[in-house]
């Protein structure tokens, strides 16, 4: 699976703006049809994403198209023209049941068997982003093959439940930990959510630290400043990569010599301190740190 660290929104109908995400290096760049773009300007969204798709050079980006939710009236359009520019991958905004999920499961493979591309080859991202969504998260992760990761949406979240916001974010902190153990169970990646006062950066590094350190695989970016802050807070520094490495090749060179027991740096090296190890070393590799 690809490095998600950073998924920058960019609205759709505004070319301009596509072209500067163009040059970045993020990881993600979705092409935004839903809540970047006003009511009137979903159609220049449509067309402007389409001209984006086949006319824009995208060389470090994993290219997305965010289409309107299924209760707008706009899905079914969205998906079959974002699907026309063959974008690697769709996120599916404010899904709350499965069946949301195995229709666009439906409707993409239908498009891949008619152009006779292989399948599988467009992704889908669900971002979850109420009560609702949340509780039925169990058979959400499990609606599609094709589905790689769940985006958790903290500002609907909470105003579905009434919460007020906060920047510690003790309101949205059950529904994160939720996205966090549903995903994990099915090896998928977790998104987390959108810092949204983009000009406080130092404070974008706390939350950006905190959501790696409780095991997000990336988050959510509304600004072109976010990317490197983002991106560095979800990659493994050196000393970490090194030192999983080392409890890696320790663990196997005990089990080699029939070992019971292996310690490393006087601490006993236990199966869960291995399992953090190798993810470590996985979001590395996506990143790019080591082979």
């Avoid at 998924?7 to 049809?33: F, Q, S, W």
């Avoid at 600004?223 to 030192?243: C, G, K, L, S, Y």
Wanted: hydrophobic share 45%; glycine share 8%; with cysteine.
């Amino acid at each position: 699976m690809r490095a998600r660290r950073a998924i920058l929104y960019v609205p759709g109908d505004d070319l301009k703006k596509i072209h500067k995400a163009a040059t970045l290096r993020v990881d993600c760049v979705c092409l935004d049809m839903e809540d970047g773009v006003a009511l009137n300007r979903k159609g220049q969204a449509r067309s402007s994403i389409l001209e984006a798709l086949h006319s824009i050079d995208f060389p470090d980006s994993e290219k997305l198209v965010r289409i309107n939710p299924v209760e707008s009236g706009f899905q079914e359009e969205d998906l079959r023209l974002a699907l026309s520019g063959k974008p690697d991958g769709i996120i599916i905004p404010k899904v709350e049941t499965a069946e949301t999920v195995e229709w666009a499961h439906r409707s993409i493979s239908e498009v891949e068997n008619e152009h006779r591309w292989p399948e599988g080859a467009i992704r889908l991202l669900a971002a979850v982003e109420s009560a609702l969504g949340i509780v039925h998260l169990d058979r959400i992760v499990r609606a599609s093959g094709r589905l790689e990761a769940i985006i958790f949406g903290a500002e609907d979240f909470a105003s579905s439940v009434g919460a007020t916001r906060s920047t510690p974010g003790w309101e949205v902190l059950y529904a994160r930990s939720a996205v966090l153990t549903y995903t994990s169970a099915y090896n998928l990646q977790a998104i987390d959510m959108v810092y949204v006062d983009y000009k406080n950066i130092p404070g974008l590094v706390e939350e950006a630290r905190l959501g790696a350190q409780l095991g997000f695989a990336g988050k959510q970016i509304i600004h072109p400043a976010q990317v490197e802050p983002v991106q560095e807070a979800f990659t493994p520094d050196q000393e970490t990569i090194d030192r999983a490495l080392r409890l890696i090749r320790a663990f196997e060179e005990g089990q080699s010599a029939g070992k019971g027991v292996v310690t490393l740096d006087g601490k006993m090296v236990e199966a869960p301190m291995i399992r953090a190890a190798e993810r470590i070393l996985v979001k590395a590799r996506a990143a790019g740190r080591i082979q």
